[in-house]
Protein backbone atom coordinates (compact mmCIF):
# COMPACT_ATOMS: atom_id res chain seq x y z
CA UNK A 1 0.00 0.00 0.00
CA UNK A 2 1.35 3.65 -0.72
CA UNK A 3 2.22 5.75 1.82
CA UNK A 4 1.61 9.27 1.89
CA UNK A 5 2.79 10.99 -1.08
CA UNK A 6 4.22 14.70 -1.54
CA UNK A 7 5.40 16.97 -4.20
CA UNK A 8 7.65 18.48 -4.69
CA UNK A 9 10.25 16.79 -2.47
CA UNK A 10 12.17 20.20 -3.04
CA UNK A 11 11.68 24.24 -3.63
CA UNK A 12 13.86 27.09 -4.12
CA UNK A 13 12.35 30.19 -4.15
CA UNK A 14 12.81 34.09 -3.65
CA UNK A 15 10.85 36.44 -1.35
CA UNK A 16 7.63 37.38 -1.59
CA UNK A 17 6.80 34.93 -4.47
CA UNK A 18 3.65 32.07 -3.92
CA UNK A 19 4.39 28.79 -3.42
CA UNK A 20 1.90 25.46 -2.93
CA UNK A 21 2.53 22.51 -2.04
CA UNK A 22 0.27 19.06 -2.48
CA UNK A 23 -0.39 15.96 -0.47
CA UNK A 24 -2.26 13.00 -1.44
CA UNK A 25 -2.61 10.77 1.73
CA UNK A 26 -3.07 7.00 2.98
CA UNK A 27 -5.90 5.68 0.50
CA UNK A 28 -9.19 5.76 2.90
CA UNK A 29 -7.69 7.90 5.90
CA UNK A 30 -10.28 10.61 6.56
CA UNK A 31 -8.07 12.87 9.19
CA UNK A 32 -4.89 14.97 7.24
CA UNK A 33 -2.50 16.74 9.12
CA UNK A 34 0.23 19.64 7.73
CA UNK A 35 3.67 20.08 9.93
CA UNK A 36 6.00 22.52 9.78
CA UNK A 37 9.40 21.94 10.81
CA UNK A 38 12.34 24.35 11.47
CA UNK A 39 15.58 23.23 11.19
CA UNK A 40 16.70 21.41 14.62
CA UNK A 41 13.05 21.53 15.92
CA UNK A 42 10.10 18.86 16.10
CA UNK A 43 7.34 19.33 13.38
CA UNK A 44 4.34 21.37 15.09
CA UNK A 45 1.24 21.03 13.75
CA UNK A 46 -0.62 24.09 10.95
CA UNK A 47 -3.96 22.86 10.41
CA UNK A 48 -5.93 19.69 10.84
CA UNK A 49 -8.72 18.19 8.39
CA UNK A 50 -11.50 15.77 8.91
CA UNK A 51 -12.57 14.69 5.54
CA UNK A 52 -12.87 18.17 4.02
CA UNK A 53 -13.47 20.25 7.05
CA UNK A 54 -10.85 21.81 8.74
CA UNK A 55 -11.43 21.51 12.62
CA UNK A 56 -8.03 22.61 13.84
CA UNK A 57 -6.40 25.68 11.70
CA UNK A 58 -5.03 27.85 14.82
CA UNK A 59 -1.84 27.13 14.55
CA UNK A 60 -2.03 28.27 10.57
CA UNK A 61 -0.32 32.23 9.99
CA UNK A 62 -3.75 33.01 8.12
CA UNK A 63 -2.16 36.26 6.42
CA UNK A 64 -0.52 34.05 4.07
CA UNK A 65 -1.14 30.42 4.59
CA UNK A 66 -3.75 28.77 3.73
CA UNK A 67 -5.20 25.55 2.90
CA UNK A 68 -7.59 23.38 1.75
CA UNK A 69 -8.89 19.98 0.68
CA UNK A 70 -11.65 19.32 -1.51
CA UNK A 71 -13.72 16.63 -1.69
CA UNK A 72 -11.88 14.85 1.20
CA UNK A 73 -8.75 13.45 -0.30
CA UNK A 74 -5.90 15.69 -1.95
CA UNK A 75 -4.87 18.42 0.26
CA UNK A 76 -2.77 21.64 -0.85
CA UNK A 77 -1.09 24.09 1.79
CA UNK A 78 -0.23 27.48 0.38
CA UNK A 79 1.65 30.34 1.20
CA UNK A 80 1.95 33.96 -0.31
CA UNK A 81 3.91 35.74 -0.17
CA UNK A 82 6.82 33.47 1.13
CA UNK A 83 9.25 35.18 3.84
CA UNK A 84 12.66 34.05 4.92
CA UNK A 85 11.64 32.58 8.01
CA UNK A 86 9.13 30.17 5.73
CA UNK A 87 11.42 28.07 4.86
CA UNK A 88 11.46 24.63 6.51
CA UNK A 89 10.46 21.32 6.17
CA UNK A 90 6.71 20.79 5.26
CA UNK A 91 5.12 17.03 6.80
CA UNK A 92 1.42 15.96 5.41
CA UNK A 93 0.42 13.67 7.43
CA UNK A 94 -2.77 11.00 7.40
CA UNK A 95 -4.42 8.91 10.30
CA UNK A 96 -7.66 6.66 9.32
CA UNK A 97 -9.60 8.38 12.18
CA UNK A 98 -9.61 10.84 15.37
CA UNK A 99 -8.98 8.56 17.34
CA UNK A 100 -5.76 7.10 19.57
CA UNK A 101 -6.08 3.67 18.54
CA UNK A 102 -4.99 5.04 14.96
CA UNK A 103 -1.51 6.22 14.15
CA UNK A 104 -0.38 9.06 12.27
CA UNK A 105 1.76 7.90 9.20
CA UNK A 106 3.92 10.98 7.60
CA UNK A 107 4.49 11.66 4.17
CA UNK A 108 8.79 12.44 3.05
CA UNK A 109 7.88 16.35 3.55
CA UNK A 110 8.60 19.33 1.09
CA UNK A 111 11.70 20.99 1.42
CA UNK A 112 11.37 24.87 1.23
CA UNK A 113 14.28 27.36 0.90
CA UNK A 114 13.45 30.89 0.79
CA UNK A 115 15.69 32.99 -0.07
CA UNK B 1 10.14 26.24 26.99
CA UNK B 2 9.22 23.35 25.91
CA UNK B 3 6.82 21.22 26.78
CA UNK B 4 9.63 17.77 26.03
CA UNK B 5 13.09 18.28 26.23
CA UNK B 6 15.16 15.78 24.84
CA UNK B 7 19.01 15.02 25.40
CA UNK B 8 22.02 14.80 24.22
CA UNK B 9 20.72 17.22 20.92
CA UNK B 10 23.66 15.82 19.43
CA UNK B 11 25.68 12.30 19.61
CA UNK B 12 28.15 10.57 17.67
CA UNK B 13 29.86 7.28 18.37
CA UNK B 14 31.36 4.24 17.00
CA UNK B 15 29.55 1.33 15.73
CA UNK B 16 29.52 -1.52 18.40
CA UNK B 17 28.47 0.86 21.14
CA UNK B 18 25.50 1.28 23.41
CA UNK B 19 24.02 4.99 23.85
CA UNK B 20 20.90 5.91 25.84
CA UNK B 21 19.09 9.46 24.81
CA UNK B 22 16.09 10.90 27.46
CA UNK B 23 13.02 12.64 27.04
CA UNK B 24 11.76 14.67 30.00
CA UNK B 25 9.35 16.70 31.03
CA UNK B 26 7.62 18.40 34.22
CA UNK B 27 4.16 17.19 32.85
CA UNK B 28 2.48 13.94 33.82
CA UNK B 29 1.39 11.78 30.20
CA UNK B 30 -1.08 9.74 29.77
CA UNK B 31 1.65 8.15 26.90
CA UNK B 32 4.69 9.10 25.30
CA UNK B 33 5.78 7.76 21.63
CA UNK B 34 8.89 7.46 20.22
CA UNK B 35 9.94 8.18 16.11
CA UNK B 36 12.63 7.88 13.72
CA UNK B 37 13.77 10.04 10.93
CA UNK B 38 15.97 9.41 8.67
CA UNK B 39 17.29 12.75 6.01
CA UNK B 40 14.80 13.65 3.90
CA UNK B 41 12.15 11.42 5.35
CA UNK B 42 8.64 12.09 7.37
CA UNK B 43 8.86 10.65 11.04
CA UNK B 44 8.01 6.99 11.78
CA UNK B 45 6.65 5.32 14.69
CA UNK B 46 8.88 3.20 16.49
CA UNK B 47 6.86 2.72 19.96
CA UNK B 48 4.20 4.29 22.51
CA UNK B 49 4.46 3.63 25.97
CA UNK B 50 1.64 3.61 28.01
CA UNK B 51 2.11 2.36 31.49
CA UNK B 52 4.41 3.99 34.28
CA UNK B 53 7.83 2.17 34.50
CA UNK B 54 6.90 -0.08 31.23
CA UNK B 55 9.96 -1.16 28.98
CA UNK B 56 9.83 -2.08 25.55
CA UNK B 57 11.61 -3.98 23.22
CA UNK B 58 12.56 -3.59 19.46
CA UNK B 59 15.37 -6.08 18.39
CA UNK B 60 18.52 -3.12 19.89
CA UNK B 61 16.35 -0.47 21.11
CA UNK B 62 14.85 -0.52 24.56
CA UNK B 63 12.38 1.99 25.59
CA UNK B 64 11.42 2.86 28.97
CA UNK B 65 8.33 5.21 30.44
CA UNK B 66 9.26 6.43 33.90
CA UNK B 67 7.63 5.60 36.80
CA UNK B 68 5.71 8.90 37.39
CA UNK B 69 4.84 9.07 33.44
CA UNK B 70 6.98 12.47 33.16
CA UNK B 71 10.40 10.67 31.51
CA UNK B 72 11.50 8.15 29.00
CA UNK B 73 14.25 7.02 27.91
CA UNK B 74 15.54 5.10 24.26
CA UNK B 75 18.99 2.88 25.10
CA UNK B 76 20.33 1.40 21.60
CA UNK B 77 22.66 -1.82 21.86
CA UNK B 78 25.61 -2.34 19.94
CA UNK B 79 24.44 0.70 17.69
CA UNK B 80 25.16 0.31 13.76
CA UNK B 81 25.24 2.93 10.84
CA UNK B 82 21.45 2.00 9.89
CA UNK B 83 20.51 3.23 13.36
CA UNK B 84 21.62 7.10 12.41
CA UNK B 85 19.17 9.42 11.79
CA UNK B 86 16.54 11.71 14.41
CA UNK B 87 15.30 10.58 17.35
CA UNK B 88 12.25 12.37 17.96
CA UNK B 89 10.37 11.52 21.22
CA UNK B 90 5.87 12.87 20.92
CA UNK B 91 2.86 13.16 23.14
CA UNK B 92 -0.39 12.66 21.38
CA UNK B 93 -2.98 15.33 22.34
CA UNK B 94 -6.03 14.25 22.12
CA UNK B 95 -8.56 16.05 24.28
CA UNK B 96 -11.49 17.54 22.74
CA UNK B 97 -11.16 18.60 19.26
CA UNK B 98 -7.47 18.50 19.71
CA UNK B 99 -5.72 16.12 17.96
CA UNK B 100 -1.81 16.56 17.43
CA UNK B 101 1.42 15.02 17.89
CA UNK B 102 3.80 17.24 20.60
CA UNK B 103 7.54 16.99 19.77
CA UNK B 104 10.80 17.30 21.54
CA UNK B 105 13.57 18.94 19.67
CA UNK B 106 14.93 15.50 19.20
CA UNK B 107 18.37 14.04 19.27
CA UNK B 108 20.13 13.90 16.06
CA UNK B 109 22.71 10.46 16.31
CA UNK B 110 25.36 9.68 14.16
CA UNK B 111 27.00 6.16 14.15
CA UNK B 112 30.35 6.00 12.34
CA UNK B 113 31.58 2.98 11.09
Known amino acids: EAGVVQSPRYKIIEKKQPVAFWCNPISGHNTLYWYRQNLGQGPELLIR????????DSQLPKDRFSAERLKGVDSTLKIQPAELGDSAVYLC?????????????FGPGTRLTVT | TQLLEQSPQFLSIQEGENLTVYCNSSSVFSSLQWYRQEPGEGPVLLVT?????EVKKLKRLTFQFGDARKDSSLHITAAQPGDTGLYLCGFRLLLNRDDKIIFGKGTRLHILP
Open chain 2, 49 to 53: VVTGG
Open chain 1, 93 to 105: ASSLEHHPLYEQY
Open chain 1, 49 to 56: YENEEAVD
